[in-house]
């Protein structure tokens, strides 16, 4: 079954303590993202890659870091949360950058 | 960059009414907006999209029409139903063969009274 992965689903932590977030896709997109979503905002994008080794910043990275190794791979790390960083966050994949978006079901974050 | 703009934030409509939400963008060079319905708890899905150089698309009882001079696009729901209640949020970007940024608009949430 075509999908993307996510893991966690939901996460409580504290401030300060590292974490990442795992975000898989079977369809062998070269496109991947990460959204945060939070009320009255809509879908901010965090940062996108394009391929293997090449990510970029969307429109709200402070905070956040990305790796793709693998195409498949994509992982968001917090190197030290804050609250501010509690949220709900997409990953998402598309064959090519253009095109329908595929999410994955979502991870809840709560940042103490 | 560009900005989407989407409204309104709420909305409700009596079942069998049609629903109409309405998003502008500022980047001209946009060329792709697509339009996502994140059921409660769900993750956001593609239901329609519509590409620059077509000014109206239909899929059942979902239509899409964009003005590109004015730099806005809808999305029409005719005959609602009960499942059509969700958050639905409008996007824009540009279809290029290198690095893409997908801007969403803040989203709107549909209620359909029964």
């Known amino acids: 079954e075509a999908q993307v992965t996510q893991n966690p689903r939901y996460l409580i932590t504290v401030t300060g303590k590292k974490l990442t977030v795992t975000c898989s896709q079977n369809m062998n997109h070269e496109y991947m993202s990460w959204y945060r979503q939070d009320p009255g905002l809509g879908l901010r994008q965090i940062y996108y890659?394009?391929?293997?080794?090449?990510?970029d910043k969307g429109d709200v990275p402070e905070g956040y870091k990305v790796s793709r190794k693998e195409k498949r791979n994509f992982p968001l790390i917090l190197e030290s949360p804050s609250p501010n960083q509690t949220s709900l966050y997409f990953c998402?994949?598309?064959?090519?950058?253009?095109?329908?978006?595929?999410f994955g079901e979502g991870s809840r974050l709560t940042v103490l | 960059g560009e900005n989407v703009e989407q409204h309104p934030s709420t909305l409700s409509v009596q079942e069998g009414d049609s629903a109409v939400i309405k998003c502008t963008y500022s980047?001209?060079?946009?060329?792709?907006f697509p339009w996502y319905k994140q059921e409660l708890g769900k993750r956001p899905q593609l239901i329609i999209d519509?590409?620059?150089?077509?000014g109206e698309k239909k899929d059942q009882r979902i239509a899409v029409t964009l003005n590109k001079t004015a730099k806005h696009f809808s999305l029409h729901i005719t005959e609602t139903q009960p499942e059509d209640s969700a958050v639905y949020f409008c996007a824009a970007s540009k279809e290029v063969s290198s690095a893409s940024k997908i801007i969403f608009g803040s989203g709107t949430r549909l209620s359909i009274r029964p």
């Open positions: 890659s394009m391929n293997v080794e090449v990510t």
């Open positions: 519509i590409r620059s150089n077509v």
């Open positions: 980047d001209s060079a946009s060329n792709y």
């Open positions: 998402a994949s598309s064959p090519q950058g253009c095109g329908e978006l595929f």
